[in-house]
């Protein structure tokens, strides 16, 4: 029988652990301030902002948002993050992506101060992880590190196929499984023998953005499955990469969609903003 790794009960749990230390910095007169910009009102941006917003309440720290219409211009948007740089008392900025097609992502990730990139997107974040030194860690690649050790299941020595080679999950998932002394695989798309490849894995990660794709021809008897993708089925139920109960009899342990990758997203974004000020 499978372990299903239950990713809201693990965030409740590091959720809980930072609330605990956010308390005791009170008491030594630490604030933690983040900002949130979101331009837009794309639907699912305004969820995860959300999201984020109850997330700091829940943990005591201050969320300033700033919600810019569709119009603001690039020159716009880099002057609020060049004033949030600037003031000491933020300690992380966060700019919801996807942002609209008038401005240059790439160069508003840039502009953010690396002290306050709690998102772990800017290139000396990047950088740092990459060479092994300290820095902000991309949050949804480190969540799927807390929910591996959280629910007892080794990665050194282990075989690791990660399906996706996104800045944003891929390559540092790749970064941080090598930290932890896996042996590690990146595929995508143009792969060659993909499923067998991915039937190497002790533990398979897929971020591939293709619903259901990785049925139990991809996977090996009793291989940990880690599914980072987020889908609406044609009966407009949330699904993953990974085509659940095809694979779910086969593995040793496997996270649902929803309930598994998407809560630790944003417990590690909180966990970032405290390492800001520790």
């Known amino acids: 029988m499978a372990l299903i790794i239950d990713g809201k009960k693990i965030s ?6 930072l609330k605990e ?7 030594s007169g630490v604030e933690i301030t983040l900002a949130v910009i979101q331009v837009g009102n794309d639907p699912a941006s305004s969820v995860y902002v959300g999201n984020k917003k109850k997330a700091c309440e829940y943990i005591g720290i201050k969320s300033l948002a700033y919600e810019l219409p569709e119009s603001t211009t690039q020159e716009d948007l880099l002057s609020l993050i060049i004033k949030l740089n600037q003031d000491v008392s933020v300690n992380g900025i966060l700019v919801q992506l ?8 790439d160069l508003v990730i840039k502009t953010i101060d690396p002290s306050k990139d ?28 807390q929910l591996l050790k ?26 941080l499984m090598l930290r932890e002394n896996a042996t590690v695989t990146i595929c995508h798309s143009r792969t060659k023998n993909l499923a067998e490849v991915c039937k190497r894995a002790d533990i398979l990660i897929v971020a591939i953005g293709k619903p259901r794709f990785v049925t139990k021809e991809y996977v090996k008897d009793g291989a940990v499955v880690i599914d980072v993708g987020i889908h ?16 779910v009899d086969k593995v040793s342990a496997i996270t ?9 997203t944003i417990a590690m974004l909180m966990n970032n903003c405290v ?4």
Request: proline share 8%.
């Open 150 to 175: 959280r629910s007892n299941i080794s990665i050194e020595g282990k075989e690791c196929v990660i399906i996706g080679r996104s800045n944003i999950v891929g390559k540092p998932m790749a970064l």
């Open 275 to 278: 390492e800001s000020v520790l």
């Open 21 to 27: 230390k956010v308390a005791q910095l009170k008491t």
């Open 98 to 105: 996807p942002l609209p097609k008038h401005i240059d992502e």
């Open 118 to 145: 709690v998102d772990g997107f800017h290139p000396q974040s990047v950088g740092a992880l990459s060479i092994g030194q300290k820095g902000f860690l991309s949050c949804t690649p480190a969540g799927i590190i």
């Open 256 to 264: 649902p969609v929803p309930g598994g990758v998407g809560p630790m």
């Open 232 to 247: 609406r089925n044609e009966n407009n139920k949330l699904c993953g990469d990974v085509d659940y109960d095809d694979v």
């Open 12 to 17: 409740a749990e590091i959720k809980d652990e």
